[in-house]
């Protein structure tokens, strides 16, 4: 299994300008996406509103640190804000870049209790909202074959119509089409097809640069298959901070967001 | 109507055109309805909580696929059986829903290890050594959700359940579902259940079984017919208009483009009782005629007919029409069709009744009075010189007796009739060896129920059902619930609850329960969102926690277990009441009780107002408000006594049953018009009572019991019928017709009787004082 990053996912990256004359294939869109720079670690409030197909909407305020090392270990840690009776719910995952699962732990206050929680599916649900574990990791292109399908002009940016298609199949979707930015390497939007029919879409609704480093700050994941959908908004993004080393383990998921 | 008659052709081809028309429409536009959302009124309260939650929790009826080994399901051979007809159902039958699919290849395990918690399907590829096959069970054996639910108690037998889509059409679905499996079969037997299997089933078998007995039940009426009638003629003429009011009735139908509703099968059993009423009496009148004047000219027969007849038939035809557009009032949709198709039907008949005897004369002239027969004097009614009847000595002495009789009958009937039930079971209409029963037998035996009702709870506020309180009350409940062996299986949110309260306490025993703690049931909630499937979750509570679905396998779909389960339920509405949570209902088990409730008060309501109207149109068309009263009595007693049976022989009231006591208004106003008609007109001739008591049973009682033996010895036929709802249909006609000219011939003769003696009867006085 891929390494996850679940925050790394969501910010979509940084420029690096292209030294290509050269036609660029695909292929080095999608791996030039994946290179980005995503900063050492990351510090973020995210904010998930999902929506089921009645139109009623859950909120989830969580506050979370995120940090890759050299070996492309990649370690998360969460915290619940709100709601009020999950207040201090704490969720550690690590994620390598070899085939070993993810490990994931979960800190329940009311029970007190750090438990360990099963490796998921990378197509399962993430925290029952629109996106899939895989959403919000980068998906390693090699996962993917892909093909250039042209450029168009989307808010007066150029960006890549790229196309993949998995290699290995899966019942989520059989072809992706991402719109990425040229030269800027983050995709703004990206349409889920499975046979023949785009089951999900996401839009990418604004963006901001901190520390020259880009971040997605609202985007919508909608299903168009069940009719619901999840919107994410970041603020109070930071990167590079000066960490405990001692932070992404079962202690301090029993100490709560206090860093 | 003479002038008419003078011109048979062209009147026949009319009415052949007419007929052609109507038989093209129906050719074009008829279409049958077997949707039985179709029938329910939509816009009642229940049917609104029932959709509403059906759409908000993904409640649909299920289709169930179980497979059972001879040793032990945990074999290579079984599991890749689970896995391909799991995977490929949905794709082979659209109806299947892919989603929500309960099998061992989908349910959500949650299982707790030494080092945390887990939420997956139980296999994903099937097991490879026995060693794994050995952890299988194990795990499936420790989980109460799916032990004795997905699998067997004996591990013999796994099930799985797809949701169906609501369009489906069950009868197609049913077929080729049952087809396609078979190919699974071998070692393991495959069974397909499920409710819209039984209603598929259900809905080609009770029409084909009609459509073999159908033929069988007319020729038998035709042959008893010429034996009552003696003439080919009149029997044939009989049916025509039998025919031609069917035709008539369904060619309106389709001309306003209204679907035929499974009910409206027993249109033409009303119009066969009605129409052969009819033509029996313009027969017998005919033939009077002739004996009396077998000289007589074809005009003179037609004149004479006609000035007979004419009266009473139109008064018998628009009594009756009136009298079943009161079910015009009922709240079902095909009830209220039912009511003015038939009436359309029965004035159809009365027209062609009224014209084609006439004409039948004018073609082929005065029809031949045949043999003699010993008893012909009597039919003659020459004052002073017959023989009383045995019947008419009964009427004229023992009028206190019959009285009495009556009366009994019609308490006992009064009696059964309270024990009349509502059954909307569609399985009851098998027979026990009947494929579709034993399957369904088999199911319920092994797993948790075919049949399931889902009781709705909602909260005054959002998060209700995160509190400790409103959940134990359901837990509590849910496990009263499950005492009850016709309950098979109970599952709500607390099950997920006290599951993840036990395998996170490290399976302590304790821990199986709901905690007292809000935020640690909301912890789990989260938990289960991070860890499994979120939609699992959804179908047994809303987004906002504030509205929860619980599900009842029941083992069987009797409208009776659902009555219980509603009453045991009302005893915690306090409870609940208490935290402001209300309860609902929803299914297509509950809407389908509901339904038959408001069928029955619907039904009981419009034969009410029928009784009603026939008795002021009686009252009306005779001037005396006795004789409506007296007219109505034998129908009232037949009404009675018909619900009576169905209550004492446990026939239980359905769509068709409960339209069978039409059967005794229709017929019923049929004989009393004729009956009182023909009493009034003799005694205003001048004959005594009991003459015109003898008169009136051997013209117009000769009629009347002619009528019900063809009839009722046509429908008893389908007593023979393999379809046991046919069955019942086929012996309440043929009560309904015994009752009515039985009633018709007692009751209604000893009140007239006794009111003309009292002189309650506008009869002219030279007349009225002859005793």
């Not at chain 1, 450029?151 to 990425?180: A, H, L």
């Not at chain 2, 009350?473 to 309950?487: G, H, K, N, T």
Request: aromatic residues 8%; negative net charge.
């Amino acid at each position: 299994m891929k390494a996850k990053r679940i925050i790394g996912g969501l910010i979509l990256l940084i420029a690096t300008t292209s030294l290509y004359a050269v036609p660029i294939t695909g292929e080095q869109i999608m791996q030039n996406v994946y290179d980005r720079d995503t900063g050492n670690n990351m510090q973020a409030n995210l904010r998930m509103e999902i929506m089921n197909s009645r139109g009623q909407v859950r909120e989830r305020d969580i506050i979370q640190v995120s940090q890759e090392d050299q070996d492309g270990i990649e370690k998360k840690l969460m915290f619940f804000l709100s709601p009020a009776d999950v207040k201090d719910t704490g969720f550690l995952s690590i994620s390598y870049p070899d085939d070993r699962d993810d490990d994931q732990w979960i800190y329940l206050p009311a029970l007190r209790r750090v438990k360990r929680i099963a490796a998921k599916n990378q197509n399962d649900s993430f925290m029952g909202s629109d996106f899939t574990y895989d959403d919000m990791g980068t998906r390693n292109p090699n996962k993917d074959v892909h093909t250039l399908l042209g450029t168009t002009m989307i808010d007066g940016q150029e960006c890549y119509i790229v196309e993949s298609i998995p290699k290995v199949s899966n019942k989520e979707f059989d072809r992706t089409v991402t719109y990425i930015v040229k030269d800027q390497w983050y995709g703004l939007n990206k349409e889920y097809h499975y046979k023949g029919e785009m089951v999900r879409e996401l839009t990418i609704n604004s963006l901001e640069s901190i520390n020259g480093i880009y971040v997605i700050n609202d985007m919508v994941m909608e299903n168009h298959d069940k009719g619901t959908q999840t919107r994410i908004t970041m603020s109070d993004v930071s990167f590079d901070n000066d960490l405990d080393s001692g932070i992404f383990t079962d202690r301090q998921l029993k100490m709560g967001p206090r860093f | 109507m003479k002038r008419i008659t003078q011109r048979p052709l062209p009147v026949l081809l009319a009415i052949l055109l007419i007929s052609i028309l109507f038989v093209l429409q129906i050719a074009d536009n008829a279409q049958l309805e077997t949707d039985l959302d179709e029938y329910m009124p939509s816009e009642h309260p229940a049917f609104v909580a029932s959709d509403a939650a059906s759409e908000e929790f993904g409640i649909t009826d299920s289709i169930m696929i179980a497979i059972e080994h001879p040793e032990s399901i945990y074999n290579v051979g079984t599991f890749d059986k689970i896995r391909e007809l799991s995977e490929q159902l949905p794709e082979v039958f659209e109806e299947l829903l892919d989603e929500d699919i309960t099998s061992l290849y989908h349910a959500d395990n949650i299982t707790g290890s030494e080092w945390g918690l887990e939420v997956g399907p139980f296999f994903e590829e099937t097991p490879e050594s026995q060693e794994e096959f050995d952890l299988l069970r194990e795990q499936v054996a420790s989980n109460e959700m799916v032990y004795g639910s997905v699998v067997s108690l004996d591990e013999t037998s796994t099930i799985i359940v797809f949701p169906l889509d609501e369009e489906a059409d069950t009868k197609t679905l049913e077929k080729e579902l049952t087809e396609y499996i078979s190919r699974y079969e071998g070692p393991e037997n495959i069974y397909v259940a499920g409710r819209p299997i039984v209603e598929g089933a259900l809905a080609s078998l009770g029409p084909a079984d009609m459509a073999r007995m159908f033929p069988i039940v007319m020729i038998t009426m035709i042959i008893l017919l010429y034996i009552l009638l003696r003439s080919i003629r009149h029997t044939i003429l009989n049916m025509v208009i039998v025919l031609l009011g069917t035709i008539a009735a369904f060619g309106t139908m389709a001309m306003f483009k209204i679907p035929v509703y499974s009910v409206d099968t027993m249109i033409p059993v009303m119009l066969i009782a009605i129409g052969v009423a009819y033509g029996i009496h313009m027969h017998n009148t005919i033939m009077y005629l002739v004996r009396k004047n077998s000289l007589i000219t074809k005009d003179q027969l037609i004149n004479e007919t006609l000035s007979q007849m004419t009266r009473p038939v139109v008064m018998a035809a628009i009594t009756t029409a009136i009298g079943f557009s009161a079910l015009m009032t009922s709240q079902v949709l095909p009830v209220r069709y039912f009511g003015l198709f038939s009436s359309i039907g029965v004035l159809s008949e009365m027209l062609f009744a009224l014209l084609l005897f006439p004409l039948s004369i004018r073609l082929l002239g005065v029809p031949k009075t045949g043999r003699k027969r010993e008893d012909e004097d009597l039919e003659l009614p020459v004052q002073g010189k017959i023989k009383d009847h045995r019947w008419t000595v009964y009427i004229m002495n023992k009028g206190k007796l019959i009285t009495l009789i009556a009366v009994i009958v019609a308490v006992l009937g009064g009696v059964g009739a309270t024990k009349i039930w509502i059954d909307t079971s569609f399985l009851a209409n098998f027979e026990e060896d009947h494929p579709i029963s034993v399957t369904d037998r088999f199911v319920n035996e092994t797993f948790a129920g075919t049949s399931s009702i889902n009781i709705i709870l909602s909260g005054e506020q959002p998060d209700t059902f995160k509190t400790p309180e409103a959940l134990s009350l359901m837990a509590e409940m849910q496990d009263a619930f499950v005492e009850d062996p016709m309950i098979g299986g109970a599952f709500s949110l607390t099950d997920f609850i006290k599951r993840m309260n036990f395998v996170l306490n490290e399976e302590q025993d304790e821990y199986f329960s709901i905690p007292d703690n809000q935020e640690l049931i909301a912890q789990y909630l989260l938990l289960y969102d991070m860890s499994g499937d979120p939609e699992t979750i959804a179908k047994v509570v809303d987004y906002d926690y504030q509205k929860t679905n619980m599900t009842l396998q029941l083992k069987s779909d009797s409208s009776s277990l659902i009555e219980k389960i509603i009453a045991q339920v009302a005893t915690y509405e306090e409870d609940f009441g208490d935290l402001g949570i209300t309860i609902t209902y929803a299914g297509s088990g509950y809407t389908s009780f509901i339904f038959a409730d408001l069928l029955m008060e619907g039904q009981v309501l419009s034969l009410g107002i029928s009784f009603l109207i026939v008795a002021v149109l009686l009252t009306l068309v005779f001037k005396s408000m006795f004789i409506g009263i007296a007219g109505t009595t034998p129908i009232a007693i037949t009404a009675t006594v018909n619900f009576g049976v169905m209550g004492l022989l446990g026939i239980p009231l359905s769509s068709a049953t409960a339209l069978i006591s039409s059967i005794a208004i229709g017929i019923g106003v049929d004989y009393a018009i004729h009956l009182i008609e023909h009493y009034m007109n003799r005694r205003n001739e001048g004959f005594s009572i009991s003459e015109t008591v003898n008169e009136t049973i051997s013209h117009t009682g000769k009629a009347i019991i002619f009528n019900a033996i063809a009839v009722m010895g046509g429908f008893i036929v389908l007593t023979f019928s393999v379809f046991p709802p046919n069955r019942q249909v086929g012996s309440l006609i043929a009560l309904n017709m015994v009752l009515s000219a039985l009633g018709t011939l007692s009751v209604l003769l000893v009140t007239l009787v006794h009111l003309d003696k009292k002189h309650r009867l506008p009869i002219k006085t030279a007349a009225a004082n002859k005793e």
